[in-house]
Every structure is written in C-alpha cells, then in structure tokens.
C-alpha cells in the first residue's frame, strides 16, 4: 500500500497511508502516515469501537488536510487494552513451530489451487 501512495503521490494525488507497522511504512517514505500502535490488522481502531474508528478515519482526514512537511508521521493517542500481543507478535518457538508450519503448507496449498482455477 506503501509503494501504491507514493505512485499516486507522484500523480499528484494526496494520500494518508493508516497503519501499524511504523518501521516498514516510514522506510517507504510515504508522504503522509497515521500511525495507530495496535496489532497488524487495526490500523482504524479496535474491532467495534465505532467511536474510535471514527475518531482514527478523522485524525487521517486531518493529516490530510495539515501535513505541514513531506513524510509526515502521527501516531494516534489510542492504546490497545493490553500489551499481550507484543510478546507474542511473530514469535516461532517449539510451542507453536509445528503449528505454524502446517498452516503454511496449508495457506500454500489453497494458493495453488487458487491458480490452477480448482
């Protein structure tokens, strides 16, 4: 999504990329980021939270309209109920390695037989 902002920014269209993963985002250089430190997935808010959803879409329309200098960043002053899932974000270890593995088999089985039209 990244890399499609910085075309259309090219193009001369505005853009806001929304998301969670600041390091990746910012390392593409897009002109304007909002920044939510949530779990990957989130980027608009908590599942059902419809009064932070639009208070995070409001925020991006903001950044839209004052992004005062190029590759602009703001983070949101929403927090996540819980740290929890930082200590399990991306974690491989004996517990979960065979349980990971099988699902990528399977999400690689799936996309080949996307392909294959089956």
Do not use: Y
Not at 4 to 22: D, F, I, K, S, W
Request: aromatic share 8%.
């Amino acid at each position: 999504m990244s890399l499609v902002a910085r075309h259309l920014e090219g193009q001369g269209v505005p853009t806001v990329v929304m998301g969670c993963a600041r390091d990746i985002v910012e390392e593409c250089g897009v002109a304007r980021f909002l920044f939510t430190d949530f779990p990957l997935g989130n980027p608009c808010g908590k599942p059902r939270d419809t009064q932070m959803q639009l208070s995070i879409v409001g925020n991006a329309l903001n950044l839209l309209d004052r992004a005062w200098m190029p590759r602009t960043t703001v983070q949101t002053p929403f927090h996540w109920d819980s740290d929890a899932w930082r200590d399990a974000f991306m974690r491989v270890d004996d517990g979960n390695r065979e349980a990971l593995a099988r699902a990528g088999e399977e999400r690689r089985r799936r996309q080949a037989e996307f392909r294959t039209g089956g």
